[in-house]
Structure formats: structure tokens, C-alpha cells
């Protein structure tokens, strides 16, 4: 697991010092909206803390920093008025998993059918 | 208008839960269960459901208790860890309502190794690989 780059993109976008697109944001996670959206609906949820990916973050934050991020990828979701059609959350972690940034984050994805686990995949997924 | 269905004491991991279907189980602690998925989309690809009624991710968010958030995703790294997926990384994914294409009202995480992914994150991955680089091909 690589250390903690406090310059990485998502770390600079939490001290303000590059720009986002913000759908919320709370005393434990911030959201704002993916640059390169591959969804109609593409957020990015960031704890508020230094954790490199999944991993980190679930072995070394405290407790009430896992409960407090998780209720706001939910309410981001909620905020997004993805609930009632539903959503797509993904986390990547490590090379395997194409992470990319080296600051644990969740992918919210929306605006359209995903691919389904069992079932062709659905529209716009490009098979 | 909500299109939540209520939950269904019935569903196919409820029973497992209740040890009325079998499973291969991966980990077990008090928070969860996981075990792999009976049709996996990945050489790895296990499923951690939490030990409680919740429909979806909204809803486990929404109302489950700090300690079993907590420990819920506590465990989803640990079988992480215990599948040996931590240096060569893995994806987790939740799905929720109709366009996550969530087929079990039982809130799950999959947990997907073993190979390289796509970055189409839209798609599930699919069990013959296609959609999936190949190793350190990353695409643009």
C-alpha cells in the first residue's frame, strides 16, 4: 500500500486548493461531482482524513468517521434524488481495481440502467 | 413515492443467513457473513451481506446501528485481506434499486479480484473477461 501523497488531486480538492464541483459535504466526507463522469451521474464521496484506499480506511479510522461517511454516501445519494431509481456505488482499491487516486474514495453512479450482474448488460454499457 | 420494496424475510440470503441454503462461506464474525457468489463474475468474487434487515445500501446507511456500519465494513476489508486481494487490489461494488440492477433485496457488497477491471465502471464484470484490460493495460 503506497503512503499517504498529501498532494494528491482529491486532498487538494478538500483544503480548497483545487476546484470542484460540490453536491455535498459534511464535518465527515465531502462529494462533488467527477470530472470525467462515466454515468449521467458520476460522484465522488472522500472522507475527510488521510486514507489511501478501502483498506486503509476501514483498518485505521476511527468509528464514528466509518458510520459518519457511509450515512453521506448515502445522503449524497439521497441529495442526487437517486434513490427511488437507484444507484451504483463502487470503491477501488489497489492496481487490479484501476484506482487511481491515491485517496480513499466511492464512486456514486446514476442517470441510467448499469449493467446487471446476472442479465445482459444494460443500455449505453457499450457491450 | 418510494420504490423501495419492504424487506423480505424470505429472500435467498436471508435464508442463508438462517442456515436454510447452503453457501461456501468465506468469513463470518458477529457484523456479517460472506461467501462466494454462486455465479462469479471474476476468478474471485465474494458477497458480504451484514446481519440485519436491510433492504439496500440507503437503507443500511440510513438506519443499521454505528457498531454494525462499523463492523460491517470492517469486515468487507478484512475477507478482502483473508482472500490475499490487498497487494494486487480488488473492487467493491453495491448496487441499489432498479438502475444498480439489485436482484437480492438484502443489502450485499461483492467483492470482485483476481484480475485486472475495466474501468467501465457502468458494467459489472463478466465472467469470460470481456471489458477487462489486461494487465497493466491501461486504457485512456
Same mark, same amino acid.
Given at each position: 500500500m503506497p503512503v499517504y501523497d498529501r498532494s494528491n488531486v482529491f486532498a487538494r480538492i478538500l483544503r480548497g486548493e483545487a476546484p470542484s464541483t460540490r453536491v455535498y459535504e459534511d464535518e465527515f466526507a465531502l462529494a462533488f461531482r467527477n470530472? &470525467? +463522469?462515466?454515468? +449521467?451521474i458520476h460522484v465522488v464521496v472522500v472522507p475527510k482524513g488521510e486514507y489511501v484506499s478501502h483498506a486503509d480506511f476501514s483498518a485505521s479510522a476511527p468509528p464514528e468517521l466509518i458510520v459518519g461517511f457511509w450515512r453521506a454516501v448515502g445522503r449524497t445519494a439521497a441529495a442526487l434524488g437517486l434513490e427511488q431509481r437507484g444507484y451504483r456505488i463502487i470503491t477501488n482499491h489497489g492496481s487490479d481495481a484501476n484506482q487511481?487516486?491515491? &485517496?480513499f474514495h466511492v464512486h456514486i453512479l446514476g442517470g441510467r440502467q448499469m449493467g446487471s450482474v446476472s442479465g445482459p448488460p444494460g443500455p449505453g454499457d457499450g457491450t | 413515492m418510494s420504490t423501495t420494496p419492504a424487506y423480505d424475510r424470505n429472500n435467498i440470503f436471508a435464508r442463508i443467513l438462517r442456515g436454510e441454503l447452503p453457501c461456501r462461506k468465506v468469513y463470518e464474525d458477529e457484523f456479517a457473513l460472506a461467501f462466494h457468489d454462486i *455465479?462469479? !463474475?471474476?476468478p474471485v468474487h465474494v458477497l458480504v451481506i451484514p446481519?440485519?434487515?436491510? =433492504?439496500s445500501q440507503a437503507d443500511f446507511c440510513a438506519k443499521a446501528p454505528p457498531e454494525l456500519v462499523v463492523g460491517f465494513w470492517r469486515a468487507a476489508a478484512k475477507v478482502a485481506h483473508d482472500l490475499g486481494l490487498d497487494p494486487e487490489g480488488y473492487r467493491m461494488v453495491a448496487n441499489h434499486g432498479p438502475n444498480g440492477g439489485? !436482484? =437480492?433485496? *438484502?443489502f450485499h457488497v461483492h467483492i470482485f479480484g483476481g484480475r485486472a477491471m475495466s474501468h467501465r465502471m457502468g458494467n459489472m464484470p463478466r465472467p469470460d473477461g470481456a471489458h477487462e484490460s489486461r494487465k497493466g493495460d491501461r486504457q485512456a
Open positions: 470530472i &470525467h +463522469p462515466r454515468t +449521467p487511481v487516486v491515491f &485517496h | *455465479h462469479p !463474475l471474476a446481519k440485519g434487515e436491510y =433492504v439489485q !436482484l =437480492v433485496f *438484502h
